[in-house]
């Protein structure tokens, strides 16, 4: 027995190949049961969401938002043209590696459009998407520069790209100074999250900031810093900038929000990106935050009658996740109605492109870049004055919107500016040059093949 | 009855040192392995393959490597995650320099280059030892992982501030970028993962591994019979770092396909630990049992509900399966603190003298 011991560790290589082949057993049973296909009767919508892990606080109100417009499309109308939508959420927790796992899972499912609602994840997929002929569509968040429909035909990211967000705050900044020339001499903060996403705007406000005069600060906020920013608001404190935009995401927004109250920062002049303007962004400064605005791509409160029917037909009919009715209405929850409702008019493109009441992937790809939501549309849809008119086309997949600034008036959020323009003629040159980038970082990326639609 | 080895002579001492020693265990290495190379690309689905077996593997590797650093020489490391950074963010300036070179050649490169840093923040492993030294790498960590986000050359200076992954191809077949198919990836993944174990295996049961484990267990007396401490500990930083670099890189170009700088953030690391402390610290074959609980056994807890018609929603299944994780982590090192080799050699000895245990 004694001398077999040594050898027994040592066999150890071998049986590890053994365990692992039950493992994998037992793992395919499970993936194969798991994997179900079934997107012949019906629209297939999946959506990524996290309504678990750290940012679940944004999280769940924007997946509450998704799925409950969607339910309502179904229950009031019967779906889209007649189509019942198959809404399904894949849990990512918006953990990157759970996002690629949750693509693998809906892939083979037939999806007709793809929300990541993950940056990172959104970068996973982006390659993938021309592969699988697969739409996505990053709602206002992922790379910038897929906006140029030529290089990536199968991505859109509607309404508003970061760079449109930063121009749209100098141009705030402008009108509430008295004009662009008055940018001259004054001092701006980007408080970011140290992330890409945090830094995205830095390339606009730099070259903003040359052409204006303007001087740029950077704060930057470690991911694992973003509840303690005290010594990064001394810096602020100590170099007093006149005006400080917020790009921020999660736990760090209603930290920067505290923390500029403490240092009695103004907060007409604090600004943030639309992913700082949650209920819970503000909420925990309370009243001391009255006046900090967000820029917002939705109306924000449940007066529209799009929100009534979803409460109606969904939420008072127990068919909805959220916790109360009152939450129906916050500015995140809203972002998820307008999400599902640009994803719900593409496909109705789609359907009257193709004359088919069924579409897959490709025809709602063709869908998106022959969208057009205008005033009136919108308005038909019971969002009137919602979300600023919308239209796309083969090269432009962003349609640089209009983007809104609601204001924190203690409790909740309203719109306090209806709508700004972004700068375009500075924004398109950036997005032009960095897709050619992208396409030349990515040796052998693909040459769009899709055909344009005619504009109808 | 079938596992025994009477009947079995050993004639030499070559055949008696072998790491197999028992036909029957040779016979099942090599069906897992026809099984591995053959069976499971012909069946086996998209998500299957590019889900839980290329990541099960990759992370098998990055828990070999911790595992020579921790289980063997006993070293505690919390900077696996940066040290897989490095081999990912290596790989890609090496195949933007020379693109001309086959990736698989630079995805093994790029280990040498995460070797050297480990190198690097190995050299206060002779002065700190234990939680002090556990510190100390975390500093690796957090170092390594503000690199990633504050150089943009690291990352071509890309828009994304992420990896983009390009097309490289294998005899012509594309192996890393969105036209590689998951099959060819997975075959790649195999291959490296196979050969890094067999070489690791090599290197534990010869003199390093001997050396890193007379260090483990006592370095005084290890120093006493004429090992020297530095280099031995140094040793175990650069090749536990290699193997780390390999795995990040893997991750990256065959597994991801772009990844931003958060994915070599801190809790892969501690992934990467728990792994080799449940798997069973100081085995080789526990670092592919801990990836399977750690990695596959939530994914297969996920699809459960579903499979059964359970109507319980993502979330709340996310959040069970957090719960049920969790306890069986307990559970497995509350029955066996040595982690779930033990519990597997201890099958096989019952095995071995069924149906007459003692």
């Known amino acids: ?456 | 009855m079938l596992y025994r080895e009477a009947g079995q002579y050993k004639s030499s001492y070559a055949a008696d040192m072998a790491i197999f020693p028992i036909l029957q265990d040779r016979i099942g290495v090599a069906v897992i392995l026809l099984v591995a190379f053959i069976g499971l690309p012909l069946v086996a689905n998209n998500f299957l393959l590019n889900s839980v077996l290329i990541p099960f593997l990759i992370f098998a590797l990055a828990a070999i490597g911790l595992n020579l650093l921790t289980g063997y020489t006993g070293l505690l490391s919390l900077g696996t995650a940066g040290f897989m950074g490095v081999g990912a963010y290596a790989c890609l300036k090496l195949t933007t320099y020379f693109p001309q070179v086959n990736i698989v050649v630079w995805i093994l490169a790029s280990g040498f280059f995460s070797a050297a840093v480990g190198f690097l923040f190995g050299l206060p492993s002779l002065r700190i030892k234990g939680f002090y030294l556990a510190v100390a790498t975390l500093a690796a960590q957090f170092f390594l992982e503000w690199c990633f986000i504050r150089i943009p050359w690291l990352y071509n200076n890309s828009a994304s501030g992420a990896i983009d992954v390009p097309l490289r191809t294998l005899f012509g077949i594309p192996i890393t970028g969105p036209t590689a198919t998951p099959v060819t990836r997975y075959l790649v993944v195999l291959s490296i993962v196979v050969v890094m174990t067999v070489a690791a295996s090599n290197l534990v049961h010869g003199r390093i591994g001997r050396m890193w484990m007379a260090v483990r267990d006592m370095d005084l007396a290890a120093e006493l019979i004429g090992i020297r401490l530095l280099r031995v500990k140094l040793l175990a930083f650069a090749v536990s770092s290699f193997y780390c670099g390999v795995a990040g890189a893997m991750m990256v170009f065959l597994w991801y396909g772009g990844a931003e700088a958060d994915v070599f953030a801190i809790d892969q690391s501690f992934l990467i630990l728990f792994m080799v402390i449940i798997g069973g610290l100081g085995t080789l074959i526990g670092s592919f049992f801990g990836a399977a609980l750690i990695y596959i056994l939530p994914i297969a807890l996920r699809a459960l509900p579903n499979a059964f018609g359970l109507p319980i929603r993502p979330a709340a299944a996310e959040q069970l399966t957090f719960v049920i994780v969790g306890a069986l982590i307990i559970v497995f090192l509350v029955l066996e603190p040595n982690g779930l080799a033990r519990l597997w050699q201890i099958a096989k000895q019952k095995l071995r003298v069924w149906p007459f245990p003692y």
Not at chain 1, 44 to 49: C, K, L, R
Not at chain 1, 251 to 269: H, L, Q, R, S, Y
């Open chain 1, 1 to 456: 027995m004694r001398q077999r011991e040594p050898a027994q560790t040592k066999g150890e290589t071998a049986m590890r190949l053994k365990h692992l082949a039950l493992g994998l057993a037992v793992a395919t049973a499970f993936s194969a049961a798991g994997i179900t296909a079934h997107a012949e009767d019906g629209l297939y919508v999946p959506f990524f969401t996290y309504r678990t892990g750290p940012f679940a606080g944004s999280g769940i109100p924007i997946a509450n938002g998704l799925v409950d417009y969607m339910t309502m499309l179904n229950e009031r109308d019967g779906g889209i043209g007649g189509v019942k939508v198959i809404v399904e959420e894949c849990e990512t927790g918006y953990d990157t590696k759970k996002g690629v796992e949750c693509y693998d899972a809906v892939k083979g499912k037939n999806p007709v459009v793809i929300t990541p609602y993950s940056t990172g994840i959104t970068l996973q997929v982006i390659p993938k998407a021309a592969v699988d002929k697969v739409p996505v569509f990053s709602f206002a968040y992922g790379l910038s520069p897929s906006a140029d429909g030529n290089q990536f035909p199968w991505i859109f990211n509607a309404p508003a790209t970061y760079w449109d967000g930063a121009s749209v705050f100098i141009r705030h900044v402008a009108d509430v100074e008295g004009g662009f020339d008055k940018l001259k001499g004054k001092k701006i903060g980007l408080v970011h999250l140290d992330a890409p996403y945090g830094k995205e705007p830095i390339p606009l406000l730099q070259a903003l900031a040359q052409d204006y005069g303007f001087e740029l600060k950077l704060y930057p906020v470690p991911a694992a810093q973003m509840q303690n920013q005290s010594s990064l608001w001394l810096d602020v404190r100590r170099d007093r900038p006149d005006w400080i935009f917020v790009q921020g995401f999660g736990a760090m927004n209603p930290t920067a929000i505290k923390e500029a109250v403490k240092i009695g920062f103004p907060m007409n002049k604090l600004v943030g990106g639309w992913w700082a303007g949650g209920d819970d962004d503000a909420r925990p400064s309370g009243a001391d935050a009255k006046g900090y605005s967000s820029l917002d791509v939705n109306g924000v409160g449940a007066d529209y009658p799009v929100v009534q029917d979803i409460v109606k037909y969904v939420i008072d009919k127990g068919k909805s996740q959220v916790a109360s009715k009152d939450k129906a209405g916050e500015n995140l929850y809203n972002r998820g109605v307008l999400n599902s409702a640009i994803i719900a008019e593409a496909i109705r493109t789609a359907q009257k492109l193709t004359g088919k009441k069924i579409v897959n992937g490709e025809d709602v790809r063709r869908g998106f870049e022959n969208l057009n939501i205008t005033a009136e549309r919108w308005k038909e849809l019971g969002m009137d004055g919602f979300a600023a008119p919308i239209h796309l086309t083969c090269a432009d997949h962003n349609g640089h919107a209009g983007i809104s600034l609601v204001e924190w008036d203690g409790t909740k959020w309203h719109t306090s500016v209806p709508s700004i323009q972004p700068i375009k003629d500075k924004v398109m040159p950036l997005i032009q040059s960095t897709a050619d980038d992208y396409v030349k970082a990515n040796a052998g990326w693909p040459k769009r093949t899709e055909p344009c639609d005619k504009p109808s």
